[in-house]
T-cell receptor, first 115, second 115 residues
């Protein structure tokens, strides 16, 4: 059963703590992405990775870090430097067809609450 | 240039009615236009997609209409049902090396279908 898994579904942390969100895909997709979604808002790109050991900043990368040591995994760390970390975090992946990416496929999301 | 505009921001439709969501883009390099459906607390799911060489694509009750000269495309949901109540995102994709910039989402439309 192929897909994208994100864990945990809900995460609670105290202010000042770093927290890592997991994202795993078994779709053999090349590219992976992290988005942040605030209530009633759209999707904002945090980081993306096109290949293993390479990743690029998106529109709102400040206060976040990522790694891409394996093709299947793209964990996101929300650091204490992120001013307003409470949000719904979505991981996505895409495959290359004819040398490019067409659609992104999303995981179920992790809702992070920092108090 | 990279922005995709979407309207309306929210939409209320009676059961059995037609829901229409409109999107517009500026960059003519976009050449693939997927639509996503997101239920509360879930990740967006790919609904239907269209290429600009096709003026219309229909899948069940969902139809995309595409106007290449106007750089506009729209989603029509026929016989709208309460189960269609969700947030809908249009997106645009283009070829190129920068995968983070080559896939853009609209801001979303929150659809409520009244029983």
């Amino acid at each position: 059963d192929g897909g994208i898994t994100q864990s945990p579904k809900y995460l609670f942390r105290k202010e000042g703590q770093n927290v890592t969100l997991s994202c795993e895909q078994n779709l053999n997709h090349d590219a992976m992405y992290w988005y942040r979604q605030d209530p009633g808002q759209g999707l904002r790109l945090i980081y993306y990775s096109q290949i293993v050991n390479d990743f690029q900043k998106g529109d709102i990368a400040e206060g976040y870090s990522v790694s891409r040591e394996k093709k299947e995994s793209f964990p996101l760390t929300v650091t204490s430097a992120q001013k307003n970390p409470t949000a719904f975090y979505l991981c996505a992946s895409s495959y290359f067809r004819q040398g490019r990416s067409y659609e992104q496929y999303f995981g179920p999301g992790t809702r992070l609450t920092v108090t | 240039q990279q922005q995709v505009k979407q309207s309306p921001q929210s939409l209320i439709v009676q059961k059995g009615g037609i829901s229409i969501i409109n999107c517009a883009y500026e960059n003519t390099a976009f050449d693939y236009f997927p639509w996503y459906q997101q239920f509360p607390g879930k990740g967006p799911a790919l609904l239907i997609a269209i290429r600009p060489d096709v003026s219309e694509k229909k899948e069940g009750r969902f139809t995309i209409s595409f106007n290449k000269s106007a750089k506009q495309f729209s989603l029509h949901i026929m016989d709208s049902q309460p189960g269609d109540s969700a947030t809908y995102f249009c997106a645009a994709s283009m070829n190129g090396d920068n995968y983070g910039q080559n896939f853009v989402f609209g801001p979303g439309t929150r659809l409520s279908v009244l029983p």
